[in-house]
């Protein structure tokens, strides 16, 4: 295909925007964050991002015309500051949903379930998610006469990322932080570096350069596998979506281990054909749970305790939107099944095994029950029975650290995933946001196999990527 001026002018205008719009290639997304005079948080994405100097450090974008009232400009213009915000592949779909255009009063942090993470001495918002994250002064705003699309440059003033990502040349691995790319302007795009070429000069040989010294976030990107598998894994609540998707998994990746199997039912429990022991436990019963660690048995040791229970909702309690729907009912229900249940399971487990063997536990768990990451509120009883189980986690990884030098305890947030526990939430997600319990179960596999001591006590995502309590 050939097109001409006149070919490109004729074609109807949504078409031409993205037909031009694709022909730039991959840019880079931002979410710049920004504050009225009012301490009114605004937040938009940006494709237009580009370096235009180190000395001073200067970062120029284009805005669209002037035209209209648009909060980003206005308050860049008005306060003198604001953060730009890298996108990563966990938070695309959130940053996407800002370009929509809310109400003036209306603030795209709340609305997309962002965070607002404030700075002494700079008036703008960051984004607590982004993993890179930088202050901007604004320095210039220059209008170009051929559209009236306005570039504003800012001087970098503060930076804030993990310093796994820095080399020790000064460069940034994007992909390591998971920085994504964006084309068009609806569509995103991971990264995959092909190389780092050395500067080029006319005499000399073009060479690779080795940065290896930068490590990715995710301890699944940055570490390699053990050569041993497990020998003996014990999963408990077995029968439900990510559990019984667990054993098949595990079985499949290390199809010579004992598998062991707890359920409340082991009648529902699926037939494998395999090595398989099923025991029936009921989490909430102290009884139950004494009578399944005795029928455990002694050889081979167990290397792998996987604890896939949670309760969020049944057909009598509902997720509470609201403080007004408390009842110590629901709290005390959903305390014992989420927390309460794995410590006392978790304690007898413990009392039982030898403790010089290495042992590693992962217990499901979810972001919501994060206090720092809580950016919607509601689900009182759940979030704060999550809570309450990654202080267990912690306390227990704490008390083990000199008695049990082989002993590995983390919480495991297993994503959005397809069972009946987000049934009646899936409504408005995506395909590409639901999670098979398949897909699921295999990458918290991995990430159990790459544990090592130093992550007791954490609390890591199905990539391999902590997050704070």
Not at 52 to 74: D, I, K, Q, Y
Not at 379 to 401: D, P, Q, T, V
């Amino acid at each position: 295909m050939k097109l001409t001026k006149d070919n490109i002018t004729a074609l109807e205008t949504r078409e031409r925007v993205l037909f031009i719009n694709s022909l730039s290639g991959f840019k880079s997304a931002n979410l710049v964050g920004t504050a009225d005079a009012l301490q009114r948080s605004n937040l938009s994405i940006v494709s237009s991002v580009v370096h235009l100097g180190a000395t001073p450090p200067l970062l120029g974008m284009v805005m669209r015309p002037h035209t209209l009232s648009r909060g980003t400009l206005e308050n860049i213009l008005d306060g003198g500051f604001y953060t730009l915000n890298h996108i990563h592949e966990d938070i695309y779909q959130q940053a996407h949903q800002t370009s929509a255009r809310y109400p003036e009063d209306v603030s795209e942090f709340d609305e997309v379930g962002f965070t607002e993470q404030w700075e002494e001495g700079l008036d703008a918002p960051f984004v607590k998610e982004s993993r890179i994250k930088m202050g901007m002064k604004f320095r210039e705003k220059h209008t170009l006469g051929i559209n009236g699309t306005e570039f504003v440059i800012g001087e970098i003033i503060s930076i804030e990322m993990a310093d796994e990502l820095i080399a020790e040349d000064g460069f940034v691995s994007l992909e390591k932080a998971g920085t994504v790319a964006v084309s068009i302007l609806d569509t995103y795009h991971s990264t995959n570096t092909l190389a780092s070429l050395s500067y080029t000069k006319p005499e000399d040989k073009l060479t690779v350069l080795n940065r290896d010294n930068v490590t990715s976030l995710s301890i699944t990107d940055n570490r390699e596998a053990p050569h041993s598998s497990p020998e003996c894994v014990l999963v408990i609540a077995a029968s439900g979506g990510i559990g019984e998707a667990y054993c098949k998994s595990v079985l499949t990746q290390f199809p010579d281990i004992q598998l062991i199997r707890m359920a409340r039912d082991v009648e529902k429990l699926t037939p494998l054909t395999a090595d398989v022991l099923d025991i029936e436990v009921d989490l909430s019963d102290d009884d139950s749970i004494d009578n399944a660690i005795s029928a455990l048995p002694k050889d081979p040791p167990i290397d792998w305790a996987f604890i896939a229970s949670g309760w969020l909702h049944d057909e009598q309690m509902k997720p509470e939107k609201t403080y007004r729907n408390l009842t110590r009912k629901q709290f005390l229900y959903s305390y014992n099944i989420n927390a309460v249940g794995p410590a006392i399971f978790i304690s007898r487990l413990l009392a039982k095994v030898d403790k010089k063997h290495p042992l590693k536990i992962g217990v499901l768990s979810a972001r919501v029950g994060s206090v720092s990451d809580n950016r919607l509120g509601g689900w009182h009883s759940y979030r704060a029975s999550k809570s309450a189980l990654h202080m267990l986690i912690k306390n227990i990884a704490i008390e083990c650290n000199n008695t049990r030098k082989s002993f590995i305890i983390v919480g495991l947030q297993p994503g959005t995933t397809d069972t009946a526990l987000s049934a009646p939430f899936q409504k408005n997600l995506t395909a590409a946001q639901l999670q098979t319990p398949q897909f699921t179960a295999e990458h918290l596999i991995r990430v159990m196999s790459v544990l090592e001591k130093e992550d007791s006590g954490k609390l890591f995502d199905f990539e391999g990527f902590p997050f704070q309590p």
